[in-house]
């Protein structure tokens, strides 16, 4: 069993440009009462004393475009927020702006299952598209958002590279 989960950290460099990094969401063995399996730390809202109500979660699905070949619309843009963006369905590239040269850091793609943490809030920000599956197939990117507000701070930084 992993004792870690991958995460794309997408983010703005100092140079203003959204670059992709591979972390990992650091896990320890539980066992006990219907636990079994490695988990991570509890995601905490270090303001509230009793953790109730604070998590924001958003669903949603985009559907692949007809008459293309998964462009969609190029809308450039930065993450709304800091945000877990956890495909349950689809299969996307992301790409920075302004990069002339593609790399690594600057696309990342994202299959079922990954997890993007949404992190470039400012600077030229990022495009995404859907790419075909082995099968040759495109499916409608489904998603659920966990919006992580300035007091999940210490989520950011228990990743590890």
């Known amino acids: 069993m992993s004792n870690k989960i991958p995460i794309t950290h997408m983010f703005t460099d100092k140079s203003g440009h959204t670059r992709f990094k591979e972390k990992f969401l650091p896990l320890e063995p539980k066992t006990g009462l219907g636990s079994v ?17 604070d998590l924001k979660m958003q669903f949603a699905v985009t559907p692949v475009p007809k008459l293309s070949n998964g462009e969609g619309p190029k809308l450039a843009h930065t993450a ?15 790409k920075s702006c302004d990069i002339e040269a593609l790399d690594q850091e600057h696309q ?4 079922k299952g990954n ?11 990022h495009v ?7 099968e040759g197939k495109m499916h409608p990117w489904v998603r659920c958002y966990v919006h992580l507000g300035e007091e999940y701070e ?5 990743l590890i590279i």
């Open 108 to 111: 990342a793609i994202i299959r």
């Open 37 to 53: 399996g490695s988990f991570s730390n509890l995601f905490v809202n270090q303001i509230l004393k009793d953790n109730l109500g």
């Open 115 to 125: 997890i993007l943490l949404a992190d470039d809030l400012e600077g030229a920000g």
């Open 80 to 94: 709304p927020r800091r945000q877990l963006v956890i495909t349950l369905d689809g299969y996307l590239e992301f």
């Open 128 to 134: 995404w598209s859907f790419l075909k599956d082995e």
């Open 154 to 158: 210490h989520f950011i930084s228990d």
